[in-house]
């Protein structure tokens, strides 16, 4: 079935990829059914369309609420199967939504810093990555967007194997635990890849 996400995929990747030879690799982890738990670095703005080309199936990005404010970009996201969160992840409603499309077998996409960084280096998570991991029985799979974002330099998206997060959960473990094991994951992609 054709949607707007479908054609707007396929439009911004005939874009992108040549702009900033992307480059993807471990695919194969990706679980092909589901609920996927994708969290990655946030480099650039361009993040989440990078992300959401190279993954093997549609991801529901959480975005921040001012996205949604005009008729127009609300519009715009909702095709884009963005959902609104209120800044700082303590949004209850949103908390909630992503709940549901995880048990529904949808992959979830975070940027569990939250913000941009504005170095490159990967930053602190916020605990809503945690939230969900420990909550869900979803599979946790770590991205690494490697820059710069610059035209004709390559740009490298990494997936990595779903994090084992049994152990977490059954020792009960804080949301805050669960995310630094979710950046630790990132981190290693990040070193291990980067050129």
Not at 46 to 60: E, K
Not at 129 to 148: E, K, M, S
């Amino acid at each position: 079935m054709v949607t707007f996400y479908t054609v707007a995929k396929t439009v911004v990747k005939t874009i992108l990829t040549p702009t900033y030879r992307i480059q993807v690799t471990g695919l194969e982890h990706f679980p092909k059914e589901g609920g996927v738990l994708l969290c990655a670095n946030h480099i650039d703005n361009l993040d989440p369309p990078v992300v959401g080309i190279t993954a093997n199936r549609p991801v529901r990005f959480m975005a921040k609420e001012e996205l949604f404010k005009t008729k127009w970009t609300g519009k715009l996201m909702k095709g884009l199967n963005a959902f609104p969160v209120k800044r700082g992840m303590s949004d209850r409603e949103a908390l909630r939504n992503g709940l549901k499309m995880l048990k529904e077998g949808q992959v979830l996409g975070l940027f569990p810093e939250g913000t941009r960084s504005k170095d490159g280096t990967l930053g602190k998570g916020l605990a809503g990555a945690g939230f969900f991991a420990l909550r869900t029985d979803a599979a946790v799979v770590p991205c690494a967007v490697i820059g710069p974002y610059k035209v004709g330099r390559k740009l490298h998206v990494v997936y990595g194997p779903p994090i084992d997060m049994t152990p977490l959960r059954e020792k009960k473990a804080s949301a805050e635990e669960a995310t630094e094991a979710i950046m630790q994951a990132i981190g290693k992609l990040i070193e291990n890849h980067r050129s």
